[in-house]
């Protein structure tokens, strides 16, 4: 009795051992540095979401709306923007100028889709801080409308929630809408920025 439950122990451990070889061979061929190179030369290559980021290079005029409080008509202001693609098509860079809350303001922002990720990524820095602002989203179908969500920390703690509609209507026209959420209140629309193609 005790030889053949021994027999069926080194058998099971034979057997267990055997998969676990197999696994591993698998998993060294899957990563194969060959292969690895090609999947990242392919995620690198720019897509369908990037020559949309594409058409939107060169020089805009902008209107922008401020909504600083609850029930008062918001803050309007106009300003210019300068759209280029960088590295090769991938990345959308704009750079702004303008008002905002009545002040000279300057904002440089980085938009991205992520192919390996499949989201869109959107990183933002201004003179009105010293920090990045960064969202990430979802496009529609016809990836023409753009939603991003965030979040930055707010004076006294805590952080403030955003969420922003692009809407990239057509070569000459897009809109930015921005909400906002205090420390999980309501939200309210914060700012829009109408964008027109200079001819």
């Known amino acids: 009795m005790r030889i053949i439950q021994l027999t069926l122990t080194v058998f099971c451990v034979l057997l267990m051992s055997s998969i676990a070889f197999a696994q591993d061979k698998k998993e060294e061929q899957s990563m194969d540095p060959q292969v690895i190179m090609e999947q990242y030369m392919k995620l690198a290559t720019p897509g369908e979401q990037h020559k949309l980021f594409a058409s939107l290079a060169g020089s805009w005029t902008t209107k922008t709306k401020e909504w600083m409080e609850l029930g008062k008509p918001p803050m309007e202001s106009t300003g210019t923007a300068e759209m280029k693609m ?58 023409k409308t753009i939603t ?52």
Do not use: C
């Open 86 to 143: 960088l590295l090769g098509g991938r990345f959308l860079q704009q750079e702004y100028n303008g008002q905002m809350h009545g002040r000279p303001y300057t904002g440089i922002g980085i938009s991205a889709y992520d192919n390996l990720l499949k989201r869109y990524v959107s990183t933002w820095m201004d003179t009105m801080s010293t920090g990045i602002f960064s969202m990430e989203g979802t496009a529609s179908a016809d990836g």
């Open 148 to 199: 991003l969500n965030g979040k930055h920390a707010e004076l006294g703690g805590g952080y403030m929630t955003h969420r922003a509609i692009w809407k990239i209507i057509n070569k000459d026209t897009q809109e930015f809408v921005m909400y906002g959420t205090h420390h999980g209140g309501k939200e309210m629309k914060m700012m829009e920025i109408f964008y027109t193609r200079k001819l």
